[in-house]
């Protein structure tokens, strides 16, 4: 079976929003025999705000887009670096980084003194 994808960004809430509102009421709009024009404008409303979003996220806060471990993997790069040193080479930053069974390590060994 498939594993989980796991993808937070800016546009999360709003493409939930898309799922949670749209396809109830464009259920609702194609059952009825009379629909409103309104519960229409209701169903693409959720659409139109993610695509507006995007646009903003795209001009103005391009970050927002990227999921959140790429930004926090970006953090840690930029704080490994030191101005006026050359940039390290993005496969020695895993050697770099403590992973959280280490840390768990050595957060034991200190207690144990």
């Not at 493409?15 to 059952?31: E, K």
């Not at 519960?39 to 695509?51: C, G, Q, S």
């Not at 490994?80 to 770099?96: F, H, N, Q, S, W």
Request: hydrophobic fraction near 45%.
């Amino acid at each position: 079976m498939g594993g989980r994808l796991r993808v937070r960004s800016g546009l999360n809430p709003m493409l939930w929003l898309c799922g949670i509102i749209t396809m109830p009421s464009l259920i609702v709009y194609g059952l009825k025999e009379n629909p409103s024009g309104w519960l229409l404008v209701f169903a693409v409303a959720p659409e139109a705000t993610a695509i507006l979003g995007f646009l903003f996220f795209m001009l103005f806060d391009r970050p927002y887009l990227q999921s959140e471990s790429f930004q926090i993997r970006k953090m840690e790069i930029e704080m490994i670096e030191e101005k006026g040193r050359p940039a390290i080479e993005a496969a020695t930053v895993d050697g770099l980084v403590l992973k959280a069974e280490e840390f768990e390590q050595l957060s034991g060994q200190v207690g144990d003194e």
